[in-house]
T-cell receptor, first 115, second 111 residues
C-alpha cells in the first residue's frame, strides 16, 4: 500500500458524459501528479500540482481539467468523454517539487471505460 | 523531452531463472525510478536510484548515469514476478518533476 488513495476504482460511462476522479496523496506530500495509461499511448504525464498550484502540464486535453484543494486532495475532471478516453488513470504524490527530485508513489488507479 | 527505451519488450522465463532488464535514456538524469506493474494494474515502487547499485531481496538495480542506462536484475524468478517493468527518469525543468515512462518489459514467469 503506497498510501495514495484513488476513488472510484472503476468507472463505466457513456460518450459525451463528464466524470470526476479523486485522489488523496500520502500524508505530508504536497505534490500531486496525474498520469494516463492507455493501450496506444502508454503511461503519460497529464498534470502536476504543488500545494494547490498548477506546476506543470503534459499531454492533457482541453476537455480535461484538474485542481488541488486546501486539504491537498486532488480531482481530475474529464468532460465530453470519447471512446479514446478509456484508460487507467493514476495519481501519484511526492514530498515537494523544489530542490532535488523526490520519489513518486502511485495510487491504485481508476479504470475508466467509455461506452 | 527525454526518450526512454526499454529492452527486451517481452521476456518469458522458467521459474528460478535469472534475468536482466535494460533501460536506456537519451539525456542525463539526476534520478530514476523502477516500477513493477502487476497483473491487476497496480504500480509498485521497486527502486529510486540516481546512480550506483541498490539491492532489495532478489532484485537489484544499477544506474550508470554517465552512460545513460540502468539495469534491473531479477534473480531466482517467481511466478509473482510476472507483470510489466517500467523505468522512469524524471524531467527536471523549473518546478516540474514529472516522470517519463518507457514502454516497459513484459515479464512472464512460468511455473
Amino acid at each position: 500500500d503506497s498510501g495514495v488513495t484513488q476513488t472510484p476504482k472503476h468507472l463505466i460511462t457513456a460518450t459525451g458524459q463528464r466524470v470526476t476522479l479523486r485522489c488523496s496523496p500520502r500524508s505530508g506530500d504536497l505534490s500531486v501528479y496525474w498520469y494516463q495509461q492507455s493501450l496506444d499511448q502508454g503511461l503519460q504525464f497529464l498534470i502536476q500540482y504543488y500545494n494547490g498550484e498548477e506546476r506543470a502540464k503534459g499531454n492533457i486535453l482541453e476537455r480535461f481539467s484538474a485542481q488541488q484543494f486546501p486539504d491537498l486532495h486532488s480531482e481530475l475532471n474529464l468532460s465530453s468523454l470519447e471512446l479514446g478516453d478509456s484508460a487507467l488513470y493514476f495519481c501519484a504524490s511526492s514530498t515537494r517539487t523544489s530542490g532535488s527530485f523526490q520519489e513518486q508513489f502511485f495510487g491504485p488507479g481508476t479504470r475508466l471505460t467509455v461506452l | 523531452g527525454i526518450q526512454v527505451e526499454q529492452s527486451p519488450p517481452d521476456l518469458i522465463l522458467q521459474e528460478g531463472a535469472n534475468s536482466t532488464l535494460r533501460c536506456n535514456f537519451s539525456d542525463s538524469v539526476n534520478n530514476l525510478q523502477w516500477f513493477h506493474q502487476n497483473p491487476w494494474g497496480q504500480l509498485i515502487n521497486l527502486f529510486y536510484i540516481p546512480s550506483g547499485t541498490k539491492q532489495n531481496g532478489r532484485l537489484s538495480a544499477t544506474t550508470v548515469a554517465t552512460e545513460r542506462y540502468s539495469l534491473l536484475y531479477i534473480s531466482s524468478s517467481q511466478t509473482t514476478d510476472s507483470g510489466v517493468y517500467f523505468c522512469a527518469p524524471p524531467i527536471s525543468s523549473g518546478s516540474a518533476r514529472q516522470l517519463t515512462f518507457g514502454s516497459g518489459t513484459q515479464l512472464t514467469v512460468l511455473p
